[in-house]
């Protein structure tokens, strides 16, 4: 298991050992690094961030400010020359707070804690998260909304396209949308609803799941936009 991370620290110095600690890691991905919080806003609603390793006190914004912006909080790991702010951090629900300088020991003790909260939360979620049921070839399926990438028509049909597998509902694009949570599900075409969780990228014609293409139509970029908080 790999978590995706991002690090905000204003120091270059800082962000650099810090970067260092998360790329050495094996159970890290690190997604991007940033000199202060508004800079990194965009790449956390773009992205499924798993973790973000975070400084208190840097200018514009500090990270307490920052982490109340959040519209979605990924795991927040403090990372700190300040020990005043501890009883603070965990009333955000920090996942932990680390001193600089940071050991390597240390920072592990902390990627394993941030793995071990991960793992609780997916397996939380998988019994007990958001779905639908759907009927396809005679059966009646539970399907979780987390795990739909996209849905296409189809004729008569709409595909519905998982993250293990396709399948086909007797249903119109208008009736099947009703359905699905209007947070993170978006019309971005007649024929294409989309997971906005699943977006990787996007230009004026197209969003990319993986490497499946998906049509935008002209006046449904706008809507992607602001789905995808980005200002």
């Known amino acids: 298991m790999k978590l995706n991370c991002v690090v905000i620290e204003d120091s270059s ?21 940033f000199s202060n919080p508004i800079e990194a806003k965009s790449c956390i609603t773009a992205n499924a961030i798993d973790v973000v390793l975070l400084d208190i006190e840097m200018p514009v914004i500090n990270g307490f400010d920052f982490i109340d912006s959040l519209k979605v909080r990924p795991q927040i790991i403090f990372v700190t020359a300040k020990a005043e702010y501890a009883l ?10 680390l001193q600089k300088p940071v050991s390597q020991d240390r920072f592990n003790i902390s990627v394993k804690r941030a793995l071990e909260i991960h793992q609780l939360k997916r397996e939380h979620f998988e019994e007990e998260g958001e779905h639908i049921f759907i009927k396809s070839n005679l059966k009646k399926l539970k399907i979780f909304t987390n795990k739909i990438k996209w849905i296409e028509a189809y004729g008569d049909y709409v595909k519905v396209v998982t993250e293990e597998d ?10 099947f949308e009703k359905d699905l949570p209007s947070e993170r599900f978006i019309r971005v075409h007649k024929s294409y609803i989309i997971n906005i969780e699943k977006v990787e990228r996007f230009n004026s014609k197209f969003a990319e799941i993986g490497p499946t293409k998906i049509p935008l139509s002209r006046n449904k970029k706008e809507g992607l936009i602001k789905a995808l908080y980005i200002d």
């Open 88 to 97: 603070k951090a965990f009333d955000y629900d920090a996942t932990d707070y």
């Open 13 to 33: 110095l800082q962000r650099i050992v810090i970067t260092k600690l998360v790329n050495n890691h094996p159970n890290l991905k690190l997604i991007g690094d």
């Open 166 to 175: 396709t399948h086909l509902v007797l249903s119109t694009m208008k009736s």
